[in-house]
């Protein structure tokens, strides 16, 4: 179920809910306001040929803190970015983070693929920065770069995130935290077998 702002503010008081710091003028009806930090990271189109998320890649990316000027996003270039909020949910919320419509009619994507936040987690979220627009776009830190939508799950999470059971890479990050995904990469060995034959052309009939 997804919270209202009455429920939002209710969460919040009862501790399900915690962003630090917190304005509650950021509530919207459905959703709550956060914020771009300062910190960004950049990737090294040099360091390696591929990007490969199998292997661990040192210095794939660098950090960058943008400190009293904004920081210039070029259209189609891609930056990690956080929200200045840190964030916590209880073990029986979880929260998904939408872009702002005045941002994406502007050709700025706030994240990739990973708007999902699990019950239990606790840190700046990483924001997947993309310019798709024909030209630069100003980043001020500060400025409101999307919004949290929170679900009540079922009944609590047996292992919320966290966990030791979980091993979650990115609980307490600080700042635009880089890909770990060498630490946890599964490859299922795929059957050729088990793959279907080709439908048969014409000419396979005619032999």
């Given at each position: ?12 008081e009862a501790g399900r809910i915690d962003l630090d ?187």
């Amino acid at each position: 179920m997804l919270l209202s702002d009455r429920d939002i503010r209710r969460g919040i008081e009862a501790g399900r809910i915690d962003l630090d710091p917190l304005d509650l003028d950021l509530i919207q009806p459905a959703s709550i306001d956060v914020r771009l930090d300062r910190y960004f990271r950049l990737f090294d189109n040099h360091r390696y040929p591929v990007i490969d998320p199998a292997q661990e890649q040192p210095g794939l990316t660098r950090e960058v803190v943008a400190t009293g000027e904004p920081f210039v996003l070029h259209p189609g270039e891609f930056v990690l970015g956080s929200t200045y909020e840190r964030v916590t949910l209880g073990d029986d919320i979880a929260a998904r983070l939408e872009g702002k419509s005045s941002l994406g009619r502007l050709g700025l994507l706030t994240h990739s693929t990973a708007g999902f936040i699990d019950p239990g987690f606790s840190g700046h979220v990483t924001l997947e920065l993309s310019n798709t627009a024909t030209m630069p776009i100003l980043l001020h830190p500060g400025m409101k770069i999307g919004q949290l939508c929170f679900f009540d799950l079922s009944s609590p999470a047996e292992h919320p995130y966290g966990s030791a059971q979980l091993g979650s890479h990115y609980q307490g990050q600080r700042g635009p935290t880089p890909s770990r995904s060498y630490l946890r990469f599964e490859l299922t060995v795929l059957d050729e077998d088990e793959l279907e034959a080709p439908p048969p052309t014409e000419q396979d009939r005619a032999k």
